[in-house]
């Protein structure tokens, strides 16, 4: 029978996240003494060797990203992607909540890879309270010397969904509009005040003591072998159990949803489940006996993204959700762009036509082609990623958007 | 080092850190861009400019990909084509379609390129945004309504002029071209240099004193030298009939080293005065305390009668000569020597000293 398994959330509410004494009981801080008794290229390939690939959505291996770090320059920087704007998303929250000594013991271990001693961590526009707590957790670790010459400062967003987006989040903190860079060149080599700089997601900050304490080979054998470790996702809509459990990330989607989640809520039929935020794919219940890695969920067309897992019962309208989806893409595209500036705009604008009801097929050919483009030419993942919730629906429920045509 | 790579069937070497663009255009190959600019920082956000590099998922706008070795390149395929259709569909579904007024017209990007691609109306529905600005200067009209949302005037106005008097405001679809808090030009840093016009690809920037005089497109060219300063920007007279009827830019740097098509505001806006009626023709002669027209010998004839008199009465000192940044430089060494050589005084000054 499948079951949680706790890496990240082993010790959650036995120990005072704030309290670098308290992690320190539990094992804390181990490992970085260990990555900082190697030299930094060891610790690059080591980390490299785990397998530990990118929680932020991209699935990006995390020692691979660093060695793309230049060494000489003096300043570089760690960027802790705190941005967690996908809708349903909380697990970043939970983690710190839960076990911030280990995100900054990650930070850390990165600094000392790449050669950094600045550390900065963009903290989500709504989350106040936990930058509240970050601070406090900061402070105390500094106090107890456990991070060495190593600072973290926190810095808060204020509500933009594409700020999540690496680049655009250097810019913000930069103190400039959110937009993203278009791209090479790669953060790595220019990226906060134009310095290397590595930006890597909380929970894959978080991963990196327990590699360090417990071996590259000892997580690369958890889960599945090309996304090894454990994934932290978040459980929301139509499901009896809506909260937030940490899963080998071999573990099947059906499991998620019937065994941890409790199933469908009243006994309901699934209609669809969403995985990785609004930007996944809608997943018709044929498809859930997948496992939850990357490469797994890529397979079936879907991703696993932030890991948030948003449940439809039957009763669920798909046309009315995906309307939903395409006014939040409106709301958040930048506005850089062409495709997705005007293509987000007009996507809502036919979604609305359709679900009032005042739609054409001619509509839906648009929609495919605007789709098309939106994913082949726009400038950053918003508006490459923001199709797929429509093009998903029309492949495994069209007969929800013909139904609904004049 | 050099690297090769095949653009559209054709192999080409150039430098490592070439952009596809160049890359591109080297082979022969005509892109179409809108937020390109090469006297600008790149912004890369039009994607008008996309290109198919083989065995890649999605397409890369070539103006800001550096070209690899071994590339394959297509820059015509279909989903290129599809790409740049709807790109341009999707500008015509908010724009104000008004080329017969426009004065644009005729050197137009929107319009060349739907000309190219066949794009004569857009398969979206949409309305126009409303965002002409009434800006009560005389000098520019912004109607935000055919803005394409390049950029280009942004990093116009901050990169070669420095004013910073524009950005964007607000995101999304809702993101367009304002002063700080959306305000009238003359209220902002706005030196009304026109600089945001030279780069405008469309007609949504254009200058009000050129409007309605002749559109720039069928105007002929006469390139010459400003003459409010010293500087010596080179400008390109609109003529029509055989009057100027407008100034634009020439940013050639072959034939405009100076300034690459870069003015300020006298330069570009204050040329009306050349068809006034007002204006001097002859020099004046002043006498019993009217003014009558004279010859240019018989004015000079009593400037030097005037002058020799005074030196004679009084000494050259007596004398001094103020010149002027309105004229070059040859101008004013000969201004100085006429005064040192001639005259026989050192009392020469300037007015770029007041
Ligand atoms: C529109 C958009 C929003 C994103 N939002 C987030 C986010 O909230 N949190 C995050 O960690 N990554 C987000 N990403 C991914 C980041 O760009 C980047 O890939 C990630 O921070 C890299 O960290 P990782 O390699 O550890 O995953 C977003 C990407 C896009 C395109
Ligand atoms: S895709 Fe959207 S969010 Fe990304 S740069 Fe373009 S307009 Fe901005
Ligand atoms: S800006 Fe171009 S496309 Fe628009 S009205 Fe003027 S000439 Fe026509
Ligand atoms: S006229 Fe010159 S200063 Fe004014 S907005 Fe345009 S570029 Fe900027
Ligand atoms: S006004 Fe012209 S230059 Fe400025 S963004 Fe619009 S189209 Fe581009
Ligand atoms: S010209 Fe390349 S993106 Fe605009």
Sequence with gaps: MAQEYRVLLEHADKINPESAADYVKVGGYKGLEKARSMNPKDLTEEVKKSGLRGRGGAGFNAGMKWSFVPQYPET?????????????????????????QALLEGMAICGHAIGSNNGYIYCRGEYP??????????????????????????RMGAGAYVCGEETALIESIEGHRGEPRFKPPFPGVEG???MPTVVNNVETFACLPYILTNGADWFAGIGAKSYPGTKVLTLTGDIENPTYFEVPTDYLLRDVIYELGGG??????????????????????????????FDS???????LGSGAVFVMDESRDIVDTINRIAKFFEHESCGQCTPCREGTHRCKEIMEKINTGRGTLKDIENLKVLARVMQKASLCGLGQAAPIPITSTLEHFEYEYLRKLM | MDIKLTINGKEIEV?????????????????????????LKLAGSCRMCVVQPQGWRNLVASCVTPAQNGMVIDTESPDVVEARKVVLELMLTRHKLTCHTCEKDGDCNLQDYCYRYGVTESRFEGKI????????????????????MCTRCVRACEEITGARAINVMDRGYHAHIATAFDGELEDSPCVFCGQCIMVCPVGALTSKIAAGKGKPAQNEKVLTTCTYCGTGCTLELNVKNDEIVGVTSNRDAEWSPVNKGALCVKGR????FVNSPERLTTPLIKENGEFRPASWDEALDLAAEKINGIKEKYGPDSLSMFSSARVTNEENYLAQKLMRAAIGSNNVDHCARL
């Design chain 1, 192 to 194: 906060l005040w134009r």
């Design chain 1, 76 to 100: 570089k920087y760690v960027v802790c992607n705190f941005d967690e704007g996908e809708p349903g998303t909380y697990k970043d929250r939970i983690i710190c909540q839960k076990n911030a």
């Design chain 2, 15 to 39: 430098p490592q850190g070439t952009m596809l663009l160049d890359a591109c255009r080297k082979a022969g190959a005509d892109i179409p861009t809108f937020c390109y600019d090469p006297d």
């Design chain 2, 269 to 272: 806006f204050g040329w009306d």
């Design chain 1, 129 to 154: 309270f936990v930058v509240e707590m970050l601070k406090k957790a900061i402070g105390n670790a500094k106090e107890s010397g456990a991070l060495g010459e190593f600072n973290i400062e926190v």
């Design chain 1, 297 to 303: 969920m890529s397979a079936i067309g879907a991703a």
């Design chain 1, 264 to 293: 469908v809520k009243g006994g309901k039929k699934l209609k669809a489940v969403q995985v990785g935020g609004t930007s996944g794919a809608f997943i018709p219940p044929q498809n859930i006996d997948t496992p939850i890695d």
């Design chain 2, 129 to 148: 945004h409303n965002l002409f600005k009434d800006d009560s200067n005389p000098f520019i009209e912004r109607d935000y309504d055919k803005c394409v």
